[in-house]
């Protein structure tokens, strides 16, 4: 009889494995991901070393010394209980941070447009007390452009009445407002300072939104082009809220990381953040084998730094708010040494 490895589901619960049951669920989840993404199964000797990592009864595993990774954070100034100065503070010097990022608890772009003087006189403070390069961070949000919060139709409520045409309009126009406030964000950064800035769950609200990313980057980009942007998103793939936005004259609804890639590189991204989200029902290795499946074929082809998303909820990370270390040095390994990564 096999011995039992205590493991981890994908909403954080220990459970008991064996190896061969761990196998198992590693080869189901690339099955998964061949048969929705359409991608290359991963080889027997990756399947191999997922499988070794999975199947480890220790508490913590990591890389070899050598292999280390660049670790960049989002939302490092709203963490814990202090100032969001101390808390970036925090990060770099207790956490070992590579990267800081300033941001508001909303996190949402058309938020920060009405307090953005504050904002960057305190991205300007910040960069006074830290070391580390300093990022300012938000997700684009596209829906809060929409009714009741925001000037545009409420394509969430066009759609289901089959007012297609007018909900895409509505997007339109949301997409141009989304792009005008990235734009003033980054001029008022760059004048704080700032390293880079920081799209943080691109293509949320669809394909619209991830419109807005790549024509607000590519405008920044030329703008300042020693200004990083960090371009990561909130799905394995683009959800065709609109359906027939494109950039660069490729279709962005459906797109997969390897195509996301390619057109973040296109626009001026510095970095790239895939996304594959868990399925929480499912055992973390049946997660890693169809995240890692998914993602090889945008590292295969990736000329900008590819940093995976190994937070909560993606990457093979449970969906739980403190999330267990045994799962997430798991997770990291897999991606360093699978995929090759650039950073985490």
């Not at 990060?91 to 447009?113: H, I, N, P």
């Not at 660069?248 to 953040?273: F, H, I, N, S």
């Not at 989200?277 to 499946?293: D, E, F, I, P, Q």
């Amino acid at each position: 009889m096999e011995p039992k490895i205590p493991t981890r589901m994908g909403d954080g619960q220990l459970v008991e494995m064996t190896r061969s049951e761990i196998r198992a669920d590693v080869e189901a989840g690339i099955e998964a991901a061949v048969k929705r993404a359409k991608v290359p199964p991963l080889s027997q000797d990756e399947v191999d070393h997922v499988v070794d990592i999975y199947a480890s009864p220790v508490r913590f595993i990591g890389v070899d010394i050598g292999d280390e990774v660049v670790l960049s954070c989002d939302g490092t100034g709203m963490k814990t209980v202090a100032t969001r100065l101390q808390d970036m503070q925090a990060f770099e010097q207790w956490m070992g941070a590579d990267l800081t990022e300033l941001c508001v608890g909303d996190y949402s772009l058309k938020v920060v447009r009405t307090i953005l003087p504050y904002e960057a006189q305190q991205l300007h403070d910040a960069q006074l007390a830290l070391i580390a390069p300093c990022q300012y961070g938000v997700m684009p949000n596209l829906g809060l452009y929409s009714k009741p919060d925001g000037p545009c139709e409420n394509w969430s409520g066009l759609l289901p009445e089959a007012r297609i045409d007018e909900a895409r309009a509505a997007l339109d126009e949301a997409v141009e407002y989304a792009v005008k406030d990235m734009v003033n964000l980054a001029d008022a950064i760059y004048e704080a300072g700032a390293d880079a800035l920081d799209w943080d769950t691109t293509a949320a609200s669809g394909d619209a939104e991830f419109l807005a990313a790549l024509k607000a980057t590519e405008i920044i980009r030329k703008k300042y082009p020693d200004m990083g942007v960090q371009l990561g998103m909130a799905g394995e793939f683009v959800l065709g809220m609109h359906g027939a936005v494109e950039y660069d004259g490729v279709r962005l609804a459906g797109l997969w990381p390897k195509e996301q890639m390619k057109l973040a590189e296109k626009a001026g991204a510095t970095m790239y953040g895939p996304v594959v989200n868990v399925n929480t029902g499912k055992s973390c290795a049946w997660n890693m084998g169809r995240a890692l499946t998914i993602v090889k074929p945008c590292m295969d082809e990736a000329t900008i730094p590819v940093h995976m998303n190994v937070g909560m909820g993606v990457g093979a990370v449970p969906m739980f708010k403190y999330p267990p270390v045994d799962a997430v040095c798991r997770s990291a390994k897999a991606c360093v040494e699978i995929l090759r990564i650039d950073g985490l």
